[in-house]
Structure formats: C-alpha cells, structure tokens
C-alpha cells in the first residue's frame, strides 16, 4: 500500500480501538453506580477541548478566531448528539447500543434525500437493505430492549445524523476545519450543559454526584471514558 493508504488505515483503526474503549469503558462506569450522564458528557467535552488544545500547541492544526455566537447552534446540537448517546449506552446494552447505531447510516441517507434531494446511487442504496432488516430482525427478538434504551436510541441515531449533516454545512459557512470547529465547539458546549445539570441531576443531594463514593475501579472507568 501506498504512504497515504497506510496513514488513512491507521487513523482508521485508530479510531475503531478507541471508540469501543470509550463505549466499554462508559458502560463499566454506569454499571458500577456512576448515572450521571450529563456530568459524564460535559467531562467529554472539556477533555475534548484539552486534547485539542495540546494539539494545536504541537502545530497539528492552526486555531481559526471564530464568532462563539457562530458556533452556539452547532454546539446545541453537539450537545444532543453526545448526550443522548451517552443515555443510550446507558439504558442499553453495549450490543443493543452498537445495533442501534449501525442505521445512523440509512437515517443520514434519508435526511440528505428528504431535506436536500440528495440521493446515493441505487447499487449503494440496495446496500442499505440488508443493513435495516437486520437491525429490524435483530431488534424485535432481542431480550434486552426496553422502552427508555429505544427512546434514547432512537433520539442518538437522529441527533447524529443531524449533526453530522449540519457540521459540514457549518465547516463549509465558517471556512473552517473539523479541529479548527471542534475547538470552540466543545467549551462551548460544556458551558452550556453546565447551565442544565443542577436542574436534570442530583448533584448536590445526598445521593448526588458530590457525595459519590468514588471507588478506585469507577474512577478509572471515567476518567478512561
């Protein structure tokens, strides 16, 4: 294989083994009593940050300034897109989970075609199939589902298209990078999550998130998550 071959086949596995870490890992956090989903998001959001900003000091990218009010939209749906996957892994299984997101794909496909008349070719469109009924079949005699696991499924597979379809937009409006949008895409976020937790989770409260016994096994799971 060529230079740029192997380097595109790196990152690819790159992100493959640490997609399934932080999935594990976030299911073994809310299995051992960690249920604090937005807490746990907006700790995704400020390390996010963080390794973007170690990034960008090792030259991997030049920060773009950018309006915050610019990016406000796009981190609203940030926020929904990680959050409710973060509910979803909670209340699934991590094979019901992964089965669930598998049809982001086909909910993409259909969103381009309904919102901006833009179709695949039909040999890739034939390829889909497969892909819903087996999600369909898999769904219908799986033990594990439960009303709230697909509500917050349901509510990731949608929230993802739609961010996804929405980030290029706003790369291509803002003339700005994947990283470069990140950047102020994830304080931003984080902040405005912070302003909804004291409202949504017990924080406070004696079986609150400040009261949490923090075992050794839990810590690791979060702070590996």
Request: hydrophobic share 50%; glycine share 4%; aromatic share 14%.
């Amino acid at each position: 294989m060529s230079s740029p071959m192997i380097t595109a086949a790196s990152y690819m596995a790159l992100n493959f083994c640490t997609s399934i870490l932080i999935i594990w890992t976030n299911k073994l956090a809310y299995q051992n009593g960690f249920k604090w989903a937005l807490s746990l998001t907006v700790l995704h959001f400020l390390m996010t940050f963080i390794g973007l900003e170690i990034c960008a000091r090792c030259g991997m990218f030049a920060r773009k300034p950018l309006k915050v009010t610019s990016v406000v939209p796009i981190s609203a749906a940030f926020c929904g897109f990680v959050l409710f996957n973060n509910l979803s892994l909670q209340y699934n299984a991590v094979g019901m989970y992964q089965l669930l997101k598998v049809m982001t794909t086909p909910c993409i496909v259909s969103l381009q075609f309904f919102l901006y008349n833009i179709s695949l070719p039909r040999n890739q469109l034939i390829a889909l199939v497969p892909i819903c009924i087996g999600v369909a079949i898999a769904t219908v005699s799986s033990i594990d589902v439960n009303f709230w696991g697909m509500f917050w499924g349901i509510a990731g597979i949608l929230s993802t298209s739609i961010y996804q379809i929405w980030v290029k937009t706003e790369q291509s409006n803002l003339d700005a990078s994947s990283q470069q949008l990140l950047y102020y895409q994830a304080p931003v976020s984080a902040f405005m999550l912070l302003c909804i937790i004291p409202f949504v989770e017990d924080i406070f409260g004696p079986e609150g998130l400040i009261n949490f016994h923090w075992e050794p096994t839990v810590t690791i799971y979060v702070l590996l998550s």
